[in-house]
């Protein structure tokens, strides 16, 4: 990912969570958490943080149709903080091909962690689908390990 990417990765990133997380918060709470959340500064400071690595999948004309980024604690532990792609691309292998570039670029560590809301069935089945292996955290959250494979 380069910093020319920012604008289009915030754009989806965005539209993707408000798309998501309306139905299950409300719309205006999803909007606010995602402005404070990615905003451009944000997402460009991400760049230049050496414990964060961003993933993008480009059309072939350019265009960003999916993004991730994982970040890893001082301990050395990874969590997959972000895995979005544009609704035009749901159901194809492009989450898929994400998750996994996710997971080669982290290949020394045996496992991922993530977090998803309660109510975001299709993250959790998509997680479920590819390994992963659930345990609550809290009330509304949902922590899941992903095995490397």
Do not use: C
């Not at 918060?25 to 995602?34: H, V």
């Not at 977090?115 to 993250?123: F, M």
């Amino acid at each position: 990912m380069t910093e020319q990417d920012v604008p289009s990765v915030s754009l989806l990133i965005g539209e993707s969570w408000r798309r998501t997380y309306s139905p299950i918060m409300g719309a205006e709470t999803a909007a606010r958490i995602s402005d404070e959340d990615h905003t451009l500064q944000r997402i460009a400071a991400e760049l230049t943080d050496t414990n964060k690595m961003s993933f993008v999948a480009e059309r072939p004309d350019g265009s960003i149709a999916g993004y991730a980024m994982a970040k890893m604690n001082e301990a050395g532990d990874v969590m997959l903080d972000r895995l979005h792609i544009d609704q035009s691309e749901y159901s194809t292998a492009l989450a898929a091909n994400i998750l996994h570039a996710v997971f080669a670029a982290h290949s020394g560590i045996p496992s991922i962690a993530l977090e998803v809301l309660e109510g975001n069935d299709r993250a959790m089945a998509f997680y479920r689908k590819h390994g992963s292996k659930w345990s609550i955290a809290g009330p509304r959250r949902t922590v899941q390990k992903a095995m490397h494979r």
